[in-house]
């Protein structure tokens, strides 16, 4: 049995990271910004693929996707284990940055794409970032940018209210598997 109420949290991998002279630890993709491994609280910097889970929400039910709405970094994907309901895996198998668009690519030294930018993110405008007027889902549908990664991840949230496909739910206190490059 859990010994907690619920719980909120993200997990995010890390790519291309290093540790400079002064031993400051950095990462081109999805970094926390503590200039350390450990990320003390502080969240991944977009583009990021994300998973996230609410646990013991709702009368025990878990919540629980993989999210693109920050962009994408690599593919992911979570399992749960045990659990009654639903307790489907959700998953980005796919290698995003191979199709990203170029105004959302982040590329690295060399040229590589290395992460592919939310619409948000790359334009900072309301109908891609779903902020007023643009904040119901009768005014925030899908578009062209979110539906590359619905195409390519149709289990992931993709946009702000992308819920039907890429929610899903788990009750009778599971095990979590976060497994990074499905």
Same mark, same amino acid.
Do not use: H
């Given at each position: 049995? &859990? /010994? ?11 790519? &291309? ?10 990462? /081109?993709?999805?970094?926390? $910004? ?8 502080? $969240? ?7 998973? /996230? ?17 920050? $962009? ?10 045990? $659990? ?53 889902? /009768? ?44």
């Amino acid at each position: 049995p &859990r /010994e907690f109420d619920s719980w909120s949290g993200r997990f995010w991998g890390r790519t &291309r990271c290093s540790t400079d002279a002064a031993g400051k630890f950095t990462c /081109e993709t999805a970094d926390c $910004g503590s200039g350390q491994v450990a990320c003390n609280g502080a $969240g991944a910097v977009p583009p990021a693929t994300l998973v /996230e889970i609410t646990i013991a929400a709702n009368g025990g039910q878990d919540y629980y996707d993989v999210s693109l709405v920050d $962009g994408f970094n690599l593919p992911m994907s979570v399992a749960p284990q045990g $659990g009654t309901g639903e307790c489907k895996p959700s998953s980005c198998p796919a290698n995003v940055n191979k199709v990203c668009p170029a105004p959302l690519q982040v590329k690295a030294a060399d040229g590589s794409v290395i992460s592919c930018k939310s619409a948000c993110l790359a334009f900072g405008d309301s109908k891609y970032c779903y902020t007023p007027p643009n904040n119901a889902p /009768e005014t925030c549908p899908p578009t062209e940018y979110s539906e590359i990664f619905e195409k390519q991840c149709p289990q992931a949230y993709s946009y702000a209210y992308d819920d039907k496909n890429s929610t899903f739910t788990c009750s009778g206190g599971p095990d979590y598997v976060i497994t990074f490059c499905p």
